[in-house]
Each structure stands twice: as structure tokens, then as C-alpha cells.
Nanobody, 115 residues
């Protein structure tokens, strides 16, 4: 099992930046594929970005070129650097750890983009 705790959300103006962090504990972090998902009001949760155990990354089209996912296996932490934020990025952002058929989730952190 792995426990995940997100931080770094908040209110930001359009065009601004935020960096989300997700601290993991309870298992061997480097074995897990890590990801960030988000859920906007009235919408389904969607994948934002993933990073493999070897550091390969994937992004949903709407965030390519603006968001960067990274991981620090020594610190058991995954990050999501978000630049050029726009109101459509407003959502609760969830950290995910995936190994085999198991998924673990954090509690989520709110990101609000508004002037």
C-alpha cells in the first residue's frame, strides 16, 4: 500500500503558475507509475499526466507544452509544474500511484484559476 498527500494548490490568476507536489509513503515509490488527474465541477475525472518508473512522460493534449510532470525517487515525491494556467484548468487535482492492477489516490488539492 502507498499513502499519497498532495499540496500546492490554490488560487491563481490566468497566465500564472503553480507547482503541485505529492508525497508518497508506505511502499517503494520507485516501483509505481505516478500520475496526476483532475476533476472539474460536473465533469468526470480525467488524466492530466503520467510518469513511468523510468521517467517517461505522457500528457493530455490540453496541457501539452504548459504542464510538466516530474518525480524525485529519493524524496518519494512527484510534481506537476503548471504554467500558463487558464480558467479551464480549474479543478481538484489528484495524485495517483499505479502498480499492476492497483491504483492509489490522494485526497486532492483544489486549483482555481480566476481573475
Amino acid at each position: 500500500q502507498v499513502q499519497l498527500v498532495e499540496s500546492g494548490g490554490g488560487l491563481v490568476q490566468p497566465g500564472g503558475s503553480l507547482r503541485l507536489s505529492c508525497a508518497a509513503s508506505g511502499s517503494i515509490f520507485s516501483f509505481y507509475v505516478m500520475g496526476w488527474y483532475r476533476q472539474a465541477p460536473g465533469k468526470q475525472r480525467e488524466l492530466v499526466a503520467t510518469i513511468s518508473t523510468l521517467g517517461s512522460t505522457n500528457y493530455t493534449d490540453s496541457v501539452k507544452g504548459r504542464f510538466t510532470i516530474s518525480r524525485d525517487n529519493a524524496q518519494n515525491t512527484v510534481y506537476l509544474q503548471m504554467n500558463s494556467l487558464n480558467p479551464e484548468d480549474t479543478a481538484v487535482y489528484y495524485c495517483n500511484a499505479h502498480i499492476a492492477t492497483k491504483h492509489y489516490w490522494g485526497q486532492g488539492t483544489q486549483v482555481t484559476v480566476s481573475s
